[in-house]
């Protein structure tokens, strides 16, 4: 009768007193089959993904106990001033005493649009087409790109942003970025927390990376 396998935590797996290693098929193959460069190499991204793992538990916890440092100052201001710390939106930013050390709450907003955007294009469609010449193509270009929807069926959130931004007086233009704006939903929001520090009081604000691409 042959014996449950026993795993090791280095990825070995004990069979009948022999040592077998998973393989990507989902099987095992027995350890002496395995090249040893290809050992080494498991030995590496085992090690390597052991810290990573660590380090993300830290990254999790540490969010979850600033978030929670956070609600419990508002708590206590709100108690003692019957006052709510932050924005509207929420945004908030707290500073150290001595000015050196500050953290930064923002609360960003995504945004989607409703049928009323349809109503928009049709609107800027009337105005280029009766501009024709005095429509440049850079104008027609931020349109396009505006209204077209990627591969996801997301309008360009951006371009659309930019539309807004112009200053054409033309009454259906105007009409037309009305709608816009009326279509506008928000459909979600995400709260980032960021740390600053600066050496001295006049020194430049010096964000305190925990982005394994920044550090």
């Known amino acids: 009768m042959n014996a449950q396998p026993v795993q090791t935590p280095n990825g070995r797996t004990e069979i009948d007193g022999k ?17 040893p460069q290809h050992l080494l190499e498991d030995e590496t991204v085992r090690k390597i993904l ?3 793992i660590d380090l993300s538990d830290q990254v ?10 956070i609600g419990a100052h508002e708590a206590i201001l709100a108690q003692e001033y019957e006052t709510r710390l932050g924005g509207k939106k929420g945004n908030m930013t707290l500073q150290s005493v001595d000015g050196l050390y500050k ?6 907003e995504y945004f989607d649009f409703g049928p009323e955007l349809q109503t928009a294009k049709t609107l ?9 010449s005095d429509a440049g193509p850079e104008l027609r270009t931020i349109v396009t790109r505006a209204f077209n929807t990627d591969k996801a069926g997301q309008i ?3 371009e659309i942003f930019m539309l807004l931004r112009l200053d054409i007086s033309d009454a259906r233009w105007q009409q037309a970025m009305r709608a816009i704006r009326d279509a506008m939903r928000v459909v979600g929001s ?8 600066r050496a001295t009081h006049d ?3 010096r964000s305190v990376a925990i982005d394994l691409a920044k550090v």
């Open 19 to 35: 040592t077998y290693m998973g393989d990507s098929k989902g099987g095992f193959q027995p350890i002496e089959t395995i090249k």
């Open 50 to 52: 052991g810290y990573a």
């Open 60 to 69: 999790k916890r540490f969010k979850e106990h600033t978030f929670d440092d």
């Open 103 to 108: 953290v930064q709450v923002q609360v960003a």
């Open 124 to 132: 800027v469609d009337e105005c280029l087409n009766e501009w024709a």
């Open 156 to 158: 360009n959130r951006a």
């Open 190 to 197: 995400k709260t980032y927390v960021r740390c600053y520090q």
């Open 203 to 205: 020194a430049q604000w």
